[in-house]
């Protein structure tokens, strides 16, 4: 979900495991040369989706990354698809609340410029938490922790899973 802190998080991430990290909706400005703003704008919600579904097939194919996707790729069936084929998922767990007081002041997140953009949070959030489930092989809370030490425990979750599997 947005505010969880899947950029933050999974750039401290990929240096704690040596791999490469690649934002998503980056990725997707810099081919399109204009903010996903921009593209939300100019070709509505669907023409970023689909733009998106273009730019992750491409990305999920590449090996030892972590790639942050955007809150609603899950939202897409061949999004949750190739995220769950090709590689080990973690959904990034927060609260409504903790996810406004991360957001309230950001301007940016064009599903948020509403007049009640708290409530839009939690309505984005009950209906995407079924689609981030059915994704994960791995849930991680968030919630309050310093970035670092969520690193660090997120770090050691992956690599007993990935052991496991």
């Known amino acids: 979900m947005m505010g969880a802190g899947k950029t933050t998080i999974g750039r401290s991430l990929a240096k ?12 997707l400005e810099a081919r ?62 927060a609260e409504a609340d903790e996810l406004y007081r991360r957001l309230a002041r950001d301007r940016q997140r064009p599903l948020l410029q509403t007049a009640d953009p708290r409530a839009r949070l939690a309505e984005l959030l009950a209906l995407r938490t079924p689609l981030y489930e059915e994704v994960a092989h791995l849930a991680f809370d968030t919630g309050t922790l310093p970035v670092l030490q969520a690193v660090t425990r997120l770090a050691a979750q992956l690599k007993a899973y990935e052991e496991k599997t």
């Open 32 to 93: 399109c040369g204009v903010p996903v703003t921009v593209i939300f704008d100019i070709e509505g919600e669907a023409g970023f989706r689909k733009r998106e579904t273009q730019l992750l097939e491409e990305l999920s194919r590449q090996p030892r990354i972590v790639l942050a996707t955007g809150g609603g790729a899950v939202l897409v069936d061949e999004n949750r698809a190739y995220l769950k084929e090709r590689g080990t998922v973690v959904y990034l767990r």
């Open 16 to 27: 704690e495991l040596g791999r490469g990290f690649i934002d998503l909706d980056q990725a």
